[in-house]
């Protein structure tokens, strides 16, 4: 039969296959949003600090929020979906970034907590080292992703 009278959904079929995805490609594509929504929480908390403005903190404080609740979906998808289990270099590879990765969620989980249990009652002091443990949850979700990506 000539290609352009067979169905749309066939000529579809015929050429990209079943669309089939994997839970690694999904952890591919979902990990966009935890790194996006936690980076840009931490310039609004700045934000906040320089302007002084509660709409600052508001958003800043949202977006961290989901950008935690993202991170479990992307660190669960990554463990229960990581293809890498033998001892080549990639699945060594693969460790150290699930580690990182463990290390990486279970501070932006212990800042969540802590913002949520403190919010609008942290003095200077406690504001400081609230900034100074979110600056050290940027580097490692920053060391996590680059892992990530050079994995294979
Ligand atoms: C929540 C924390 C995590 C973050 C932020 C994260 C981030 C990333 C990033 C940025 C990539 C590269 C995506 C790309 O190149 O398209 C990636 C890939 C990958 N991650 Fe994660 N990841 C996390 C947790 C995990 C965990 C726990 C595992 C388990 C071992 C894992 C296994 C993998 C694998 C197997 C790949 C694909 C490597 C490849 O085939 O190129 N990830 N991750």
Request: overall charge positive.
């Amino acid at each position: 039969m000539p290609f352009l009278l067979v169905s749309p959904l066939h000529q579809f079929l015929e050429l990209f296959g079943t669309p089939q995805w994997s839970l690694i490609e999904f952890h591919q594509a979902s990990t966009h949003f935890p790194i996006g929504l936690l980076l840009a929480a931490a310039l609004f908390d700045f934000g906040a600090i320089v302007s002084r403005k509660k709409v600052w903190n508001d958003v800043g404080f949202w977006m961290q929020m989901l950008g935690t609740l993202a991170l479990l979906v992307t660190l669960a998808a990554g463990y229960f979906g990581n293809p890498y289990t033998s001892n080549s270099d990639i699945s060594q590879r693969a460790t150290w970034h699930r580690n990182f990765a463990f290390a990486t969620t279970a501070i932006f989980l212990a800042l969540a907590t802590w913002r949520v249990k403190r919010q609008g009652k942290l003095n200077r002091m406690e504001t400081g080292l609230y900034a100074f443990v979110t600056l050290v949850a940027v580097a490692t979700i920053s060391v996590t992703g680059w892992i990530g990506a050079h994995i294979e």
